[in-house]
C-alpha cells in the first residue's frame, strides 16, 4: 500500500515538474527549444518588430530605383484622390498628371523587369563563384538602370508639382500625413 502510494506521488510530481518545465522552454527563432529563450543562438525576437516589416522591406529590395525610399509618389497619392473636392484638380490639370503617370510607369515597369533580371542574375553568377571583375559590366549596367529611372521619377515629381497649385500640393501632404 505504502509502494503504491509513493509511486502515485511520484508520478503526480514528475507531471507538475514536466508541465511547469514545458511553460519555460520556447522555440527561438532558429527552431531549437531552449529553457526562457537561452539556448545562445542569438536570435531572440525582437519585441517592436511589426509583422509586415519583412513584407515592406522585401518591396523595397525589389524596387527599380537608385533611392529605395524617401520620394514620395505624388501621382500615386493624386490618383487616390483624383475626383476628391478637397483637391479640386481640373479637367486640364487631369490631363496632365494622367500623361505623366502613364510615360512615368511605363519607363518604370519595364526598367524594372530589367533590374530585377540583372539582380538575379549578379546573385546567381556570384553564388557560382564568378569573379567581381567578370561581374562588373552588369553591375555597372544596373547601376544605370537605377539611376535612370530615379531620374525619371524626379521628373515626374517636378512635372505633378508644376501642374498642382500650391494650395493643392498642401492639401495632398495632409492627405499624406491622415
Same mark, same amino acid.
Given at each position: 500500500? +505504502?509502494?503504491?502510494?509513493?509511486?502515485?506521488?511520484?508520478?503526480?510530481?514528475?507531471?507538475? #515538474?514536466?508541465?511547469?518545465?514545458?511553460?519555460?522552454?520556447?522555440?527561438?527563432?532558429?527552431?531549437?527549444?531552449?529553457?526562457?529563450?537561452?539556448?545562445?543562438?542569438?536570435?531572440?525576437?525582437?519585441?517592436?518588430?511589426?509583422?509586415?516589416?519583412?513584407?515592406? &522591406?522585401?518591396? %523595397? =529590395?525589389?524596387?527599380? #530605383?537608385?533611392? /529605395? &525610399?524617401?520620394?514620395?509618389?505624388?501621382?500615386? !497619392?493624386?490618383?487616390?484622390?483624383?475626383?476628391?473636392?478637397?483637391?479640386?484638380?481640373?479637367? /486640364?490639370?487631369?490631363?496632365?498628371? $494622367?500623361?505623366?503617370?502613364?510615360?512615368?510607369?511605363? #519607363?518604370?515597369?519595364?526598367?524594372?523587369?530589367?533590374?530585377?533580371?540583372? /539582380? %538575379? @542574375? +549578379? +546573385?546567381?553568377?556570384? /553564388?557560382?563563384?564568378?569573379?567581381?571583375?567578370? !561581374?562588373? @559590366?552588369?553591375? $555597372? %549596367?544596373?547601376?544605370?538602370?537605377?539611376?535612370?529611372?530615379?531620374?525619371?521619377?524626379?521628373?515626374?515629381?517636378?512635372?505633378?508639382?508644376?501642374? !498642382?497649385?500650391?494650395?493643392? !500640393?498642401?492639401?495632398? =501632404?495632409? #492627405?499624406?500625413?491622415?
Amino acid at each position: 500500500m +505504502i509502494k503504491k502510494l509513493t509511486l502515485t506521488s511520484i508520478a503526480a510530481l514528475s507531471l507538475l #515538474f514536466v508541465s511547469a518545465n514545458a511553460e519555460s522552454v520556447k522555440k527561438c527563432n532558429s527552431g531549437m527549444k531552449c529553457a526562457a529563450g537561452k539556448c545562445g543562438s542569438g536570435m531572440a525576437k525582437k519585441p517592436n518588430v511589426k509583422p509586415n516589416m519583412k513584407m515592406k &522591406h522585401k518591396k %523595397k =529590395r525589389n524596387s527599380p #530605383f537608385l533611392i /529605395k &525610399h524617401g520620394l514620395p509618389h505624388l501621382t500615386k !497619392l493624386v490618383m487616390k484622390n483624383w475626383d476628391n473636392p478637397a483637391l479640386a484638380l481640373s479637367e /486640364k490639370q487631369k490631363l496632365k498628371l $494622367e500623361k505623366v503617370r502613364m510615360e512615368t510607369m511605363g #519607363f518604370v515597369k519595364s526598367a524594372k523587369s530589367e533590374v530585377m533580371a540583372l /539582380k %538575379k @542574375e +549578379i +546573385i546567381e553568377a556570384s /553564388k557560382a563563384g564568378t569573379k567581381a571583375a567578370d !561581374l562588373k @559590366e552588369k553591375v $555597372e %549596367k544596373l547601376a544605370a538602370l537605377e539611376a535612370e529611372a530615379t531620374i525619371v521619377h524626379l521628373e515626374c515629381l517636378d512635372s505633378t508639382r508644376a501642374t !498642382l497649385s500650391k494650395e493643392q !500640393l498642401a492639401t495632398l =501632404r495632409s #492627405f499624406k500625413k491622415h
